[in-house]
């Protein structure tokens, strides 16, 4: 598995000593070729921190210099381990990878009081109002500033999950001449609404319990993740596969002793990885995009009914969940889409694929991603 080979490469583990006691040959020979493997994936994937925008910034990167680069951007609750495996394959294909922890994830600098501190400090303790440096403004800058700092002044394709892919259609809408074209995973472009804050609007749909209105007060959140332990809340979240609202009530998202299975495509070495960053940085770096949204909301006014002029192609599972927010459907397949996205080339749903798409299908979804970012290369 590709995973024990990551670890080793980019957490310092090392790769295991041949001459550790008396192995037997097959034993010996698995050792052998994990080493060997190590050491392929160290060349593959490297490490290191970009100043920008006045933050460090950790960005993991496959593939050589001076190639057409692809900036694959994350999403919650995930670093840029999410992109692995397409890293390995867009290195392979010829391109140069550039996968960031965003701000407030993994290796990255966590601006604001409450992240970086909060598992430490306990239920919300210092979690004040940071979040006003997680708007799409900010996190656009750091994109901006990344691609300046690494020497990247022509534009770059993105690829982008989640809450990556609202920071890549906000960059697009923004900054067009930055993106060659964009591959967009599970959240499709909605237009802003010049009437209703997307809070009020979820709010006004899933109700009190839908985890993003739950997540609005800095430190309620970070209280209940602390209760059920950074493991299990990753759990929680790689395996939901419901393709209904997501709801954390009340009066609590579970027991700190509930089981969760882990799905196929993720490994106990991946969950403990993730989980050794969560437990570094906190919950509320990430948390943050959220509680930013009200002022994302503001800030962006002026592309109130802009469209994005950036050649796009979007996938998602049909089983995620946003893929079942009421209208969506509709708004992706009845021409919505396409009149703010023009130039979207192409719509994909997978079947019987929940939200992470890109590490449950990730063969697929490198085919597709490299298919389209060819027809510009
Ligand atoms: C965002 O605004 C909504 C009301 O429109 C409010 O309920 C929510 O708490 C606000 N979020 C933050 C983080 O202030």
Redesign the pocket.
């Known amino acids: 598995m590709p995973v024990a080979r990551l670890l080793a490469s980019c957490c310092c583990l090392g790769a295991p000593s041949p001459s550790s006691p008396l192995p037997t040959d097959s034993k010996k020979e698995e050792i052998m070729a994990a080493a060997a493997a190590a050491a392929a994936d160290s060349e593959v994937i490297t490490h290191r921190i970009v100043e920008a925008n006045g933050l460090r910034l950790h960005v993991a990167e496959a593939g050589p210099a001076g190639a057409p680069a692809v900036l694959l951007l994350h999403g919650f609750p995930q670093t840029w381990y999410a992109w692995r495996h397409q890293m390995r394959e867009l290195a392979a294909a010829g391109y140069h990878a550039l996968a960031p922890d965003m701000r407030g994830y993994g290796d990255s600098d966590a601006p604001g009081p409450g992240a970086a501190a909060d598992s430490a400090a306990g239920a919300g303790a210092g979690a004040g109002a940071g979040?006003e440096r997680y708007t799409a403004m900010h996190v656009i800058g750091d994109l901006v500033a990344l691609l300046d700092a690494v020497g990247e002044r022509e534009p770059v394709f993105v690829v982008a999950h989640d809450w990556g892919a609202l920071t890549a259609w906000n960059l697009c809408l923004l900054r067009p001449d930055r993106v060659r074209a964009l591959v967009a995973l599970s959240v499709a472009f909605t237009p802003r609404s010049p009437a209703r804050?997307p809070?009020?609007g979820l709010?006004a749909l899933y109700g009190d319990d839908y985890y993003i209105?739950r997540i609005?007060?800095?430190g309620v959140i970070e209280a209940e993740f602390a209760r059920l332990g950074t493991e299990l809340v990753l759990r929680k979240f790689l395996a939901y596969r419901d393709p209904g609202p997501l709801l954390m009530p009340k009066s609590g998202w579970g027991s700190p002793d509930d089981e969760v299975p882990l799905p196929s495509w993720i490994t106990e070495e991946d969950i403990k990885h993730y989980a050794s960053k969560f437990d570094k940085t906190g919950f509320t770096g990430g948390l943050n995009y959220?509680?930013?949204?009200?002022k994302t909301w503001e800030l962006t006014s002026p592309w109130t009914g802009a469209e994005i002029k950036v050649p796009a192609k979007f996938i998602v599972g049909d089983l995620d969940l946003t893929y079942h927010t009421p209208g969506i459907q509709d708004f992706i397949h009845k021409g919505g889409f396409k009149k703010f996205v023009p130039l979207l080339d192409d719509v994909v749903i997978m079947k019987d694929v929940g939200h992470f798409i890109n590490e449950e299908k990730p063969k697929e979804v490198s085919e597709h991603i490299i298919s389209f970012i060819k027809k510009f290369s």
């Open positions: 979040h804050r809070v009020d709010r209105c609005q007060e800095p959220y509680r930013a949204l009200n």
